[in-house]
Antibody
Framework: QLQLQLSGPGLVKPSETLSLTCTVSGGSISSSSHFWGWIRQPPGKGLEWIGNIYYSGSTYYYPSLKSRVTMSVDTSKNQFSLRLSSVTAADTAVYYC????????????????????WGQGTTVTVSS | DIVMTQSPDSLAVSLGERATINCKSSQSVLYSSNNKNYLAWYQQKPGQPPKLLIYWASTRESGVPDRISGSGSGTDFTLTISSLQADDVALYYCQQYYTTPQTFGQGTKVEIK
């Protein structure tokens, strides 16, 4: 059974870079049937899609975060990572890593679909 | 961006009764080439990550009880819990994956009356 283990600091200072890594176990990150994704949930609020990455390195990012987001994949370690730069208090949230179905979509061909496996989530607080 | 709007924001239903949650997208999420609706439903309980319930608007994820069903097409979708159980108390979200950025509804809280 595939599991996702999230690691990274729970506290980040304003203007610094948030870095999270998700380790995949029980499956391969090089699966052609899946993307890997990041979703966040600010305190008391709903879900916000951050973006997805394919094992080949192709990415989809939320436009409003695109200038600050970098996602990467390390197939040798079966890990994928998120970096969010210049963080502010508005970036305080529970961050989830996820496995996403790869589908054939109308806009881009091979595209991320629904999330079928979620990591447990980690709370990241931006504060000095 | 495609805006997903759920209604109601919350509902209270007696045990054994039907619960219905609506989700409306600001543009169609039906792809005519394959006749599929690019819509999923998730359930989230306090302190837990969301759990996939339904994808392609009406396909139940493995292990999801058959009292939970999804329907709809185009821009209007419904999640139905035919006979509410205590275990169904949660927040429910719809999500479109027709295009990026993927977007979620604001969530609907289901409680026991």
């Amino acid at each position: 059974q595939l599991q996702l283990q999230l690691s990274g600091p729970g506290l980040v200072k304003p203007s610094e870079t948030l870095s999270l890594t998700c380790t995949v176990s029980g499956g391969s990150i090089s699966s052609s049937s899946h993307f890997w994704g990041w979703i966040r949930q600010p305190p008391g609020k709903g879900l916000e899609w951050i973006g997805n990455i394919y094992y080949s390195g192709s990415t989809y990012y939320y436009p409003s975060l695109k200038s600050r987001v970098t996602m990467s994949v390390d197939t040798s370690k079966n890990q994928f990572s998120l970096r969010l730069s210049s963080v502010t208090a508005a970036d305080t949230a529970v961050y989830y890593c996820a496995r996403v179905d790869a589908t054939w979509g109308p806009a881009y061909g091979l595209s991320p679909g629904g999330v079928d496996v979620w990591g447990q989530g980690t709370t990241v607080t931006v504060s000095s | 961006d495609i805006v997903m709007t759920q209604s109601p924001d919350s509902l209270a239903v007696s045990l054994g009764e039907r619960a219905t949650i609506n989700c409306k997208s600001s543009q169609s999420v039906l792809y005519s080439s394959n006749n599929k609706n690019y819509l999923a439903w998730y359930q989230q309980k306090p302190g837990q990550p969301p759990k996939l319930l339904i994808y392609w608007a009406s396909t139940r994820e493995s292990g999801v009880p058959d009292r939970i069903s999804g329907s709809g097409s185009g821009t209007d979708f419904t999640l139905t819990i035919s006979s509410l159980q205590a275990d169904d108390v949660a927040l429910y979200y719809c999500q479109q994956y027709y295009t990026t950025p993927q977007t979620f509804g604001q969530g609907t809280k289901v409680e026991i009356k």
